[in-house]
């Protein structure tokens, strides 16, 4: 059988008309010979893409280009992202795989919604019907004329951190949280997005590949080679955020992996067996010269910042993964509780939108954060 691979849901160029497609025929499992799908459940169930009016591109990330669309049977504004097929010979691709696996298994305020799978003519030609969003914050930071107030920084990392609490405690972990891959709606609702690096984990954990996360929120036990993950890493991302919408600038913008953990000691001092035990058998610890600094540097970075909210930052920035803050503990914070409190989600301000700057802003995100940071 010989498959056409599609662009867009368009037809490609040579390519015979959907209703003089060739038809579609698999091989029996029983007998010999092959049987015909009829051209009325060729699709299965999915809708068609045809169905969906594409407004506008709005990016383009490592695992698809993502669309504004219009669902012609329902009138809703939907983000439509087609799934990439580059070079796979055997089906979709497992990113594809686990992100809609588990984004269908999703439900929650603070998580991107997949509605729905679609498909075009061809079976390489799939598209995610995700909820939309109108901004994502990587490109609001840089497009902000003025810097998101700390009772707004609190109303979003609040936000995150609930929807962080739901994926943790159904054991799954994200590994690629940054500021591009979290959206935020015109009512002031922020979603976590892109999950094809996310994964469940269980007990105990199995080696996952180390070199996940966006480099400037990579916690240091993966730089260091890490292959056991728990949600710790993601937590330690959600330090890197908070103190990025606080500070109005990345934190840690390492050049390079020994760049990173450059930066890291600066800011936090040495690493040692006493602050984090098993240190020194870590995989790669051995390849580094790490700089002698004795001192946590965070308070000088924000002198202006309260005791709870330093408080706060130091347990997300815990070396020992064992002892960094939960999502939970996050959330019980006094920092949350103190003045100035967080804004209402619907009181957080509006923006115009930068649609041709945007990261692919539905479950990618990686257009702007490209520019901002090395994946």
């Not at 405690?169 to 922020?190: A, P, Q």
């Not at 803050?325 to 006094?334: N, V």
């Given at each position: ?25 698999f091989?029996?499992?029983?007998g ?15 809708r ?22 219009r ?11 087609k ?5 796979e ?11 809609i696996?588990?984004?269908l298994?999703?439900?929650h ?93 269980g007990?105990?954990?199995q ?6 996360v ?14 056991t ?8 991302a ?13 934190l ?5 992996e020994?760049?990173?953990i ?8 040495t ?16 390849q ?22 330093l ?20 959330l ?39 520019k901002?940071?090395?994946?």
């Amino acid at each position: 059988m010989r498959i056409t691979i599609m662009a867009d849901g368009d037809r490609a160029e040579g390519a015979p008309a959907e209703s003089e497609a060739e038809p579609l025929r698999f091989q029996r499992l029983w007998g010999e010979g092959y049987f015909e799908v009829p051209a009325s459940e060729r699709l299965g169930k999915c809708r068609s893409v045809k169905e969906f009016e594409k407004l506008n591109r709005i990016g383009e990330g490592t695992y698809g280009i993502v669309y504004r669309a219009r669902d012609t049977v329902t009138d809703e504004t939907v983000a439509l992202k087609k799934v990439r097929m580059d070079n796979e010979k055997e089906g979709m691709p497992i990113s594809s795989l686990r992100e809609i696996t588990l984004l269908l298994e999703l439900q929650h305020p603070n998580i991107v919604e997949l509605k729905e799978v679609v498909v075009g003519n061809h079976l390489e030609s799939i598209f995610l019907v995700m909820g939309y969003c109108e901004q994502d914050l990587a490109s609001l930071l840089e497009n902000m004329q003025t810097p998101f107030s700390e009772a707004q920084v609190k109303c979003i990392i609040l936000q995150v951190l609930k929807g962080l609490q739901y994926l943790h405690e159904r054991y799954i972990i994200h590994r690629d949280l940054k500021v591009s891959n979290l959206l935020m709606t015109d009512k002031g609702c922020v979603k976590i997005a892109d999950f094809g690096l996310a994964r469940t984990y269980g007990m105990p954990p199995q080696p996952m590949t180390p070199k996940v996360v966006t480099l400037w929120y990579r916690a240091p036990e993966l730089l260091l080679g890490v292959t056991t993950q728990t949600t710790s890493i993601d937590m330690w991302a959600v330090g890197c955020i908070l103190a990025e919408l606080l500070a109005h600038k990345p934190l840690l913008p390492g050049t390079s992996e020994i760049h990173q953990i450059d930066l890291i000691v600066q800011l936090l001092g040495t690493p040692n067996e006493n602050i984090w035990p098993g240190f020194s058998k870590l995989p790669l610890v051995s390849q580094y010269t790490l700089r002698k600094q004795p001192y946590n540097n965070l308070k000088h970075k924000f002198p202006w910042l309260s005791e709870a909210g330093l408080r706060l930052l130091n347990f997300l920035f815990m070396y020992d993964p064992k002892k960094r803050a939960t999502a939970k503990d996050s959330l019980d914070s006094s920092y949350f509780k103190e003045k100035p409190l967080p804004c209402e989600p619907e009181l957080m301000p509006t923006f115009p939108h930068h649609r041709n700057k945007r990261a692919a802003s539905t479950s990618t995100g990686t257009e702007t954060q490209a520019k901002r940071a090395k994946p």
